[in-house]
């Protein structure tokens, strides 16, 4: 099966400033990819240009088969987008902006109704249906704007920060939803908060200064390298007891009688190990590479080099 | 640059909600109000002034009728009046879309920057409909005493009718160069006074002939006279595909340089 979005060599220049440089990626259906980034880093760049909305310089998207480009109608219509803003007509009701949204993806007469109740029922907007846009709060609000990006049922959607402004409860159920949606359709998700990504998320992305610096599936990702194990052991160990045992590659002190440990050895075999030891172990956790670490390591490491490279040329 | 003429439904579709739209606010209501409300004081101006000279016409031969003293000038104020307003309805069409963002739902659709620009000049001109119909009612009611030049009413509203779409379209461009709708609304209204007042001009060289020619009062009074000429006609097309072509073009570079 073709993938539901390729994208190839994509650019974008804004004057001399190069916002996107050269990415290529591709998303299938069953895909949750989660596209992380600082900002400015390009995010917006890319699904304004994902989206029709911003022309790239170079570079070649297409979205279900068909090339953006060249045949922007047919790509657009397997397309729903969310935008950091939503783009809600204040002065209409959810009802009425929904139908229009409905007209303007070309849904036969007899499916409005029926996709609009649908995308209603699945963004819990059955209380507010009949209220001016402009009344709702900011939850609600970006709630229509989930709505109108699912509504037609799209093979491909782009949300840019859906859950921004949503109470806790409301997150859960719009995580949900994505899950769901995510079975049987492809997702981008634009986020900058991490553990959603890692909630919702099969897939991750990185991009920092304009280039895709991070590309792999959360299993991998969350399973990379050595593993750190969190120990508490009795009081009167110290860590040049531990250091002396080659199963441990490195002992840090976190604080008095706790410890961080690294080891080539899964868990069960450390425990083992310990309770052989008979250092009154009381406290053992496996600390996993978590999404936030490679974050900072990648958009951090890249600056530190640009910074170097700029005082070198200095 | 490829550009599809677009399908007629998708045209329609965001003609309709423009439409709809206008009313949705108290913008529209308030403007046909204070429309209506001056005209319908000019309409009884005229009318008290053709009594008042009733007497003295019906000893002339070839007198001036009640289209020429009442219909006529009443489209004329009415012509004057629309140029201020015409820059308060044209100035949001997409200037507040850019604004509000609501645009990037449109350029996302499967929907031409062609179809939503014309989508919306059509809106647009239904409305204009409307002032015009309200309008034209006023000495059509005249007919229930006296006899109209009818071919002369229709001339004249049609020669406003154009002249309003020529009002709109360059608002329409005016609105997609800047996501600011003051903006818009004063420099439609600036160009639109230009275009206006362009045959005023009493420099007697060679360069008068081409100001007339260029103003847009030039080709509306012949059409108030009841001359519809061709020449004229085909001014007003090409000054709106003129325009719209244009508002098109800007949407279109907006999105390549953003």
């Known amino acids: 099966m073709s993938s539901l979005i390729s994208v190839n060599n994509l650019s974008r220049h804004y004057g001399d400033f190069c916002a ?46 068909k090339d953006l480009l060249e045949n922007p109608k047919a790509a657009k219509a397997s397309l729903g987008y969310l935008p950091e803003n939503p783009p809600l007509y204040q002065e209409m009701t959810v009802t009425e902006y929904l139908q229009f949204c409905a007209r303007l993806h070309q849904l036969d007469k007899p499916q409005i109704n029926s996709a609009c109740s649908t995308a209603i029922e699945r963004c819990g907007l059955n209380d507010v249906e009949q209220r001016l846009i402009r009344n709702l709060s900011k939850g609600f609000q970006q709630r229509v704007g989930i709505a109108q990006a699912i509504l037609h049922s799209p093979p491909v959607i782009i949300l840019d920060e859906p859950t921004v402004g949503l109470d806790p409860i409301q997150i859960l159920e719009i995580r949900q939803l994505m899950k769901t949606l995510g079975e049987s359709h492809g997702i981008i998700l634009c986020t900058h908060i991490l553990p ?76 083992q190990y310990i309770v052989e030891q008979k250092w009154g172990l009381t406290h053992f956790a496996t600390q996993q590479t978590s999404l936030e670490q490679i974050f900072i390591d990648l958009t951090l490491s890249e600056e530190k080099t640009d910074n170097k490279l700029e005082t070198d040329a200095a | 640059m490829p550009h599809d003429s677009g399908t007629p439904d998708m045209i ?48 002339l031969t070839n007198a001036p009728g009640v289209t020429d003293l009442v219909a006529m000038p009443l489209f004329e104020v009415a012509s004057i009046i629309l140029l201020m307003v015409m820059p308060l ?40 409909s409307v002032i015009l119909m309200l309008l034209v009612a006023m000495p059509l009611s005249l007919a229930v005493g006296t006899e109209l030049d009818l071919t002369r009413l229709f001339s004249g509203a049609f020669g406003l009718f154009l002249t309003l779409a020529a009002f709109s379209a360059a608002g329409l461009y005016m609105s997609s160069l800047t996501d600011n709708p003051m903006i818009a609304a004063i420099s439609t209204f600036g160009l639109l006074l230009f275009l206006w007042l362009l045959n005023n001009s009493t420099a007697s060289d060679g360069g ?33 595909v003129g325009f719209i072509v244009m508002a098109i073009r800007q949407l279109e570079t907006q999105r390549l340089q953003s």
């Open chain 1, 196 to 271: 959603e990504v890692q909630a919702v998320c099969n897939r991750v992305q990185i991009i920092n200064q304009g280039k895709l610096v991070y590309n792999a599936n959360i299993d991998e990702m969350l399973n990379r390298g050595t593993e750190k194990f969190e120990i508490a052991l009795s009081p009167d160990i110290n860590r040049e007891q531990l250091a002396g045992h080659d199963i441990f590659t490195t002992v840090e002190t976190i604080e008095n009688n706790h410890f961080l440990i690294e080891s080539k050895s899964d868990a069960a075999q450390l425990t």
């Open chain 2, 89 to 128: 309805l044209t100035m949001r069409l997409i200037s507040e879309e850019k604004r509000n963002k609501t645009i990037s739902l449109l350029l996302s659709a499967p929907i031409s920057i062609s179809e939503i620009v014309i989508g919306k000049y059509l809106g647009l001109l239904f409305f204009i």
């Open chain 2, 208 to 240: 008068t002939n081409v100001l007339n020619y260029l103003s847009l009062h030039t080709h509306f009074a012949p059409l108030l006279r009841g001359i519809l000429n061709t020449k004229d006609i085909a001014y007003f097309l090409l000054f709106i």
């Open chain 2, 12 to 59: 329609f579709v965001i003609a309709k909600r423009e439409f709809r739209s206008m009313f949705l606010s108290p913008m529209a209501w308030v403007i046909l109000a204070v429309i209506q409300i001056i005209l319908a004081w000019s309409f009884f101006t005229s009318i008290d002034y053709f009594f008042n000279i009733q007497s003295e016409l019906a000893t």
């Open chain 1, 20 to 65: 996107v440089n050269n990415i290529s990626f591709e998303l299938s259906a069953g895909d949750i990819l989660g596209f992380l980034g600082p900002n400015g880093a390009g995010k917006s760049s890319t699904m304004q240009m994902l989206t029709g909305n911003l022309a790239p310089t170079y570079g070649e998207i297409s979205i279900d088969g």
